[in-house]
């Protein structure tokens, strides 16, 4: 069952702040975070595992929520360069690493 | 910076034909996936390959599709008969360990068309 995200669209300027969410109606193992550029592959953000855990790099970051089975991106400060569709992998149960089951993306748009 | 390549990046066919896309994985990965993407939709997982098998496939992943590793640097999505449904992006991923979570990283895609 693929994970639900949310919102499916936001209109930014730049240098605001967006949260994306993505929640699963399954236990959550892991947590792919990915961008996709029209026309484009996914690029890979981050990976969060099970614990709870937090991650950042630069002006994006994440959190992972076993419980609530949910992780959210923020993106602080957003750029031009941010735009984009962001998705949401899920990993399997064990964490082995076979299939990512993605949610059904968030159109980002940065406007100046 | 290591990335995975694959060929052709367009692919125009007729329905019923047979088409091969071809992905060359991160050397020393291990693990090999193909996705899909139709346009505007997300992307979809088709079939993970490990240690010359496949290891999981999707409900998309019918009898007419097949994948294979020819030699020790290619990985390929076969599709015997297309069909007008099959016209999408095919991504190819690869990751380097299992067991634990590991990133898997995208290739740029071949858009296949089926007319």
């Known amino acids: 069952q693929q994970p639900v995200q949310s919102p499916q669209a936001v209109i930014l300027r730049e240098g605001e702040d967006a949260v994306i969410n993505c929640s699963s109606s399954?236990?959550?193992?892991?947590v792919h975070w990915y961008r996709q550029k029209h026309g484009e592959a996914p690029v890979f953000l981050m990976i969060?595992?099970?614990?709870?855990e937090q991650k950042g790099h630069e002006k994006i970051s994440a959190s992972f929520n076993e419980k609530k089975q949910q992780s959210s991106l923020y993106l602080t400060a957003s750029q031009l360069s941010y735009s984009g569709t962001y998705f949401c992998g899920t990993g399997p149960r064990g964490g082995g690493n076979e299939k990512l089951t993605f949610g059904t993306g968030t159109r980002l748009t940065i406007i100046p | 910076e290591p990335e995975v390549t694959q060929t052709p990046s367009h692919q125009v066919t007729q329905m019923g034909q047979e088409v091969i896309l071809r992905c060359v994985p991160i050397?020393?990965?291990?693990?090999f996936y193909w996705y899909r993407q139709i346009l505007g939709q997300k992307v979809e997982f088709l079939v993970s390959?490990?240690?010359?098998?496949?290891?999981?496939k999707s409900e998309i992943f019918d009898d007419q599709f097949s994948v294979e590793r020819p030699d020790g640097s290619n990985f390929t999505l076969k599709i015997r008969s297309t069909k007008l449904e099959d016209s999408a992006m095919y991504f190819c991923?690869?990751?380097?360990?299992?067991?634990?979570?590991?990133?898997?990283?995208f290739g740029p895609g071949t858009r296949l068309t089926v007319l």
């Open positions: 390959f490990y240690n010359n098998e496949i290891s999981e």
């Open positions: 050397s020393n990965h291990l693990y």
């Open positions: 399954k236990a959550l193992y892991s």
């Open positions: 991923a690869s990751s380097r360990t299992s067991g634990t979570p590991d990133t898997q990283y």
């Open positions: 969060l595992l099970k614990g709870g």
